[in-house]
């Protein structure tokens, strides 16, 4: 970011690249450092294809997951689709882990407009697809959780706790 700021203010496709820059790190939770913020002047800040991105990493900031997927309507540039589309992707898969933690069955209207989704299909496909420990049961969803107690019981705890007092003695011994 640092070496196309002096060149976003002269030319429009550098300006592109920083925006795209900007809007590459939302989908993978890794905001943009603030210290590459602070680069850019108010009058470049201030340009809709650089404010867009950093609206967007605000509304993550703060968990206003649904501004988010309404600033789909509000892209600057058709550039943005794809970054768009990668970033609804990764906001609906949060809120979908987070509902079935939350709830243990909603119904499939909620569901829907929970998730943004234009229609009961796109609600089955993005089950299908991604959760198949959710069960659908007529309008009714209900989230089954895989169960933590067998990957519990899967760690050898007991033989963890031997090797590490054994360690402890080991290390008692040569100090």
């Known amino acids: 970011l640092a070496e196309f700021h002096s060149e976003a203010s002269c030319f429009a496709a550098c300006r592109l690249v920083l925006h795209a820059l900007l809007a590459h790190t939302l ?3 890794a905001p943009a450092s603030a210290s590459q913020l602070e680069l850019l002047s108010e009058e470049e800040r201030a340009n809709e294809a650089i404010a867009f991105p950093i609206r967007l990493e605000q509304y993550l900031m703060v968990g206003s997951y ?16 794809f970054f768009m589309a990668l970033l609804l992707e990764t906001v609906r898969d949060f809120i979908a882990e987070c509902t079935e933690v939350a709830y243990t069955e909603l119904s499939m209207t909620a569901a829907q407009k929970m998730m943004m989704l234009g229609s009961r299909d796109e609600l089955t496909s993005f089950i299908e697809e991604a959760h198949e420990n959710w069960v659908v049961d007529g309008e009714t969803l209900r989230f089954n959780p895989p169960s933590t107690a067998s990957k519990s019981s899967e ?8 090797e590490a007092l054994g360690y402890a003695t080991e290390l008692e011994r040569i100090v």
Do not use: C, G, Y
Not at 66 to 81: C, G, H, I, R, T
Not at 155 to 162: A, G, N, T, W, Y
């Open 66 to 81: 649904n501004q988010v997927l309404e600033a789909k309507a509000s892209m600057p540039n058709e550039s943005f689709e």
């Open 155 to 162: 760690i050898p705890s007991m033989r963890l706790m031997s």
């Open 27 to 29: 989908p993978s939770h």
